[in-house]
Nanobody, 120 residues
Framework: QVQLVESGGGLVQAGGSLRLSCAASGSIFSINAMGWYRQAPGKQRELVATISRGGSTNFADSVKGRFTISRDNAKNTVSLQMNSLKPEDTAVYYC??????????????WGQGTQVTVSS
């Protein structure tokens, strides 16, 4: 059984910072890309940032220069550092990972989501 567990969401004022973390656990053979997505009320889920196993990163234009993503392959974790937060960053943030479990087919896994609220 593979699961992703997020932590670090909360309420912050505009201009502030938050750090989200996500840990993958279970019967994991390897993890490919990891990333963060978000979904605001009434909107579709959108990509925020991704990072490959080798460390290559990709960011949504709306967060470039404000957010950074990092991972620890030994610990199966991925983090999202969010600086200069804006009210429009308010959303539920989801961790995603491409995982090859032991004795199962590879697949994309999602965390349960963590709420980030930025007040103006």
């Amino acid at each position: 059984q593979v699961q992703l567990v997020e932590s670090g969401g909360g309420l912050v004022q505009a201009g502030g910072s938050l750090r989200l973390s996500c840990a993958a656990s279970g019967s994991i053979f390897s993890i490919n890309a990891m990333g963060w997505y978000r979904q605001a009320p009434g909107k579709q889920r959108e990509l925020v940032a991704t990072i490959s196993r080798g460390g290559s990163t990709n960011f949504a234009d709306s967060v470039k220069g404000r957010f950074t993503i990092s991972r620890d392959n030994a610990k199966n974790t991925v983090s999202l550092q969010m600086n200069s937060l804006k009210p429009e960053d308010t959303a539920v943030y989801y961790c995603n990972a491409g995982i090859l479990p032991y004795r199962s087919a590879p697949g994309g896994y999602w965390g349960q989501g963590t709420q980030v609220t930025v007040s103006s």
